[in-house]
């Protein structure tokens, strides 16, 4: 992370296009040493048919700020991929939008662990998750 925050949020951004994530409309607003933020605003597309925040959504936006995280603070020649995600939804939310920090719990190079919270714009806990990611070499 030798580029200056803003590079690096313009480059996760770019990313990001023709992805899950635009469509989500996820974006990468934050990080630091050990950890990466993003957000999602929680509209009628990401509802279930009851009008709260689909959990699967939560899932997405927890996964994809894990293996960003995972990219950004390994050696960039390897691919991430997630190979295990669980989530306690705690909280319902309609409308407004939830922010997912995903911080390391063990940072090794072939198996990382990150803890996930998404919160509300009040720093109210929606969604716990923990993301187990793997780097594997680029082919």
Same mark, same amino acid.
């Given at each position: 992370?030798?580029?200056n925050?803003? %590079?690096?949020?313009v480059?996760? #951004?770019e990313s990001c296009?023709?992805?899950?994530?635009? =469509?989500?409309?996820?974006?990468? +607003?934050?990080?630091?040493?050990d950890f990466?933020?993003?957000?999602?605003?929680v509209?009628?597309?990401?509802?279930?048919?009851d009008?709260?925040?689909h959990?699967?959504?939560?899932?997405?936006?927890? %996964?994809?700020?894990?293996?960003? #995280?995972?990219?950004?603070?390994?050696n960039q020649?390897? =691919?991430?991929?997630?190979?295990? +995600?669980s989530a306690?939804?705690?909280?319902?939310?309609?409308?407004?939008?939830?922010?997912?920090?995903?911080?390391f719990?063990?940072?090794?190079r072939?198996?990382q662990?990150?803890?996930?919270?998404v919160?509300?714009?009040?720093?109210?806990?929606?969604?716990?998750c923990k993301?187990?990611?793997?780097?594997?070499p680029?082919?």
């Open positions: 992370m030798k580029n925050k803003e %590079e690096v949020l480059r996760l #951004a296009k023709n992805t899950l994530m635009e =469509t989500l409309d996820i974006t990468y +607003i934050d990080f630091g040493e990466l933020v993003a957000q999602m605003p509209t009628p597309k990401v509802h279930q048919p009008g709260v925040l959990g699967g959504a939560m899932v997405a936006l927890a %996964e994809s700020v894990g293996s960003a #995280a995972s990219f950004m603070f390994l020649e390897h =691919t991430i991929r997630g190979i295990e +995600i306690n939804h705690v909280k319902s939310k309609r409308e407004g939008m939830v922010y997912a920090k995903a911080t719990i063990h940072k090794g072939t198996t662990l990150w803890n996930i919270d919160v509300d714009e009040n720093d109210a806990l929606i969604s716990k993301l187990t990611t793997i780097a594997l680029r082919k």
